[in-house]
């Protein structure tokens, strides 16, 4: 590996932990009702090399946030997802549900008015959850972890639907 491309990783890497780490004016998890992540709610798409990722998030009710997931590619459903962001008597926790893989939980860590990071150190990958927005327009989801030793991460990008 050249060492430009090898400082090219390094920066990556340093820019998402900046990202990840919460800032003055974050709230730990006691300080978190479920409420408070309402941000998220709202009809999201992502259109790329032909895939159609639909992210569906309902409004907090009863004390949960609905979330769903939809990838088409050529009038074919090639994933889905259910999500659950769920209060409760041991804080938030984001019980997520793909189709074919078990369901598994991540708890909240931190959040503020446009982020939220969820975490499980003992899943396979992802070991963390990171959802944000930017500017109430676009919908960041970055999931990341190790596997075989090495630093992992995945990040996608929605825009509201009907906002071109």
Do not use: K
């Not at 969820?118 to 959802?131: A, G, K, M, S, V």
């Amino acid at each position: 590996m050249s060492s430009a491309c090898l400082v090219l990783r390094v920066l990556a890497i340093a820019a998402a932990c900046l990202a990840l780490t919460p800032q003055a004016g974050h709230a730990d998890r006691a300080d978190v009702e479920i409420a408070d992540l309402g941000w998220i709610a709202g009809n999201w798409i992502r259109e790329e090399d032909g895939t159609v990722s639909e992210h569906l998030w309902l409004a907090p009710r009863g004390q949960v946030i609905v979330g769903l997931q939809r990838d088409t590619l050529d009038g074919i459903t090639h994933h889905t997802e259910f999500v659950e962001i769920r209060e409760g008597p041991n804080g938030i926790v984001f019980h997520v549900y793909p189709v074919g893989q078990a369901p598994t939980d991540f708890f909240l860590v931190w959040a503020d008015e446009r982020r939220m990071l969820f975490e499980n150190p003992d899943h396979d990958f992802p070991q963390r959850i990171l959802y944000w927005t930017e500017g109430g327009s676009v919908l960041v989801a970055r999931i990341e972890g190790r596997v075989n030793g090495h630093i992992r991460s995945v990040e996608w990008r929605w825009r509201r639907a009907g906002e071109d």
